[in-house]
Antibody, heavy 115, light 112 residues
């Protein structure tokens, strides 16, 4: 059974770095790409980036300077790091299986940026 | 970046009725390999998005045939026939032909 679960701090201070983990099961990170998508409260979806099966990455150009996606295959984990957080980064962050279109999504983790 | 414009923003429907959502892109979504990477998602209240349609017209596993996708180039449509209560929520189109991938702004399907 395919599962993805996001984890990380619920509250981050402005200017700090956000670190999130997506722990997957039921599939291998070498067989499926993993994407990150976020959604501010009451707003639409924003694609953030993807890590391909080979380990390379692609990012939303608007976030590229602040965003990094990596993985640990042995732990079946994908990591998102984004620095210089501002209040507008407050959102639910999702990881999803697949690139292009995602068949399975995590439940999401709400991150609030506030002092 | 490719801008995806969804209309309408809100779509009141009656149960058993039909709904149609438009998604238009600021440039052609035909990839150099000939495929068109336009997909549709439904996000029910309090839930994660779920894939409905991939590559314009392919229903994802388990998606009822009441859902159909069509279109080409820059103009795409999602149609829902015989709307049921579980169809209510926010619908999004997504293009993954051009980087960065971009979502439409969403369409809220609600009861009339």
């Amino acid at each position: 059974q395919v599962q993805l679960k996001e984890s990380g701090p619920g509250l981050v201070q402005p200017s700090q770095t956000l670190s999130l983990t997506c722990t997957v099961s039921g599939f291998s990170l070498t067989s499926y790409h993993v994407s990150w998508v976020r959604q501010p409260p009451g707003k639409g979806l924003e694609w953030m980036g993807v890590i391909w099966t080979g380990g390379s990455t692609a990012y939303n150009s608007l976030l590229k300077s602040r965003l990094s996606i990596s993985r640990d295959i042995s732990k079946s984990q994908v990591f998102l790091k984004m620095n210089s957080l501002q209040t507008e980064d407050t959102a639910t962050y999702y990881c999803a299986r697949g690139g292009g279109y995602s068949e399975d999504w995590g439940q999401g983790v709400m991150v609030t940026v506030s002092s | 970046d490719v801008v995806m414009t969804q209309t309408p923003v809100s779509l009141p429907v009656s149960l058993g009725g039909q709904a149609s959502i438009s998604c238009r892109s600021s440039q052609s979504l035909v990839h150099s390999n000939g495929n068109t990477y336009l997909h549709w998602y439904l996000q029910k209240p309090g839930q994660s998005p779920q894939l409905l349609i991939y590559r314009v017209s392919n229903r994802f596993s388990g998606v009822p045939d009441r859902f159909s996708g069509s279109g080409s180039g820059t103009d795409f449509t999602l149609k829902i026939s015989r709307v049921e209560p579980e169809d209510l929520g926010d619908y999004y189109c997504l293009q993954s032909t051009h980087f960065p991938w971009t979502f439409g702004g969403g369409t809220k399907l609600e009861l009339k």
